[in-house]
């Protein structure tokens, strides 16, 4: 069974720096494509960052530049450095993995989320 277990919210200032942690496992951690989402109140879920299993990475255009995502293969976990903060980044950050499952396609699964709050 995969489990993913995030870690790093808390609560800064405008233009701090946080590094949010997701541990993997139950599944062979380096075929995963791994990303963050995130969640603020009242709004729909959507992509933060994601890096594929080759290492590539992509950024929704509100984090480029502050954010970065990166594997560790070896620790099975995914990290996402989150600089230069913004109150608009105040939201609940979840980790999502997609797992290769053949003729089936990809499984896909979720962490718990952990709150970062950004003040003003």
């Known amino acids: 069974q995969v489990q993913l277990v995030e870690s790093g919210g808390d609560s800064v200032q405008a233009g701090g720096s946080l590094r949010l942690s997701c541990a993997a496992s139950?599944?062979?951690?380096?075929?995963?494509?791994m990303a963050w989402y995130r969640q603020a109140q009242g709004s729909q879920r959507e992509l933060v960052a994601v890096?594929?299993?080759?290492?590539?990475?992509n950024y929704a255009d509100s984090v480029k530049g502050r954010f970065t995502i990166s594997r560790d293969n070896a620790k099975n976990t995914v990290y996402l450095q989150m600089n230069a903060l913004k109150p608009d980044d105040t939201a609940i950050y979840y980790c999502?993995?997609?797992?290769?499952?053949?003729?089936?396609?990809?499984?896909?699964?979720w962490g718990q989320g952990t709150l970062v709050t950004v003040s003003s």
């Open positions: 890096i594929t299993s080759d290492g590539l990475t």
């Open positions: 139950g599944t062979i951690f380096s075929r995963d494509d």
């Open positions: 999502n993995a997609e797992e290769p499952a053949g003729r089936f396609g990809k499984l896909e699964f």
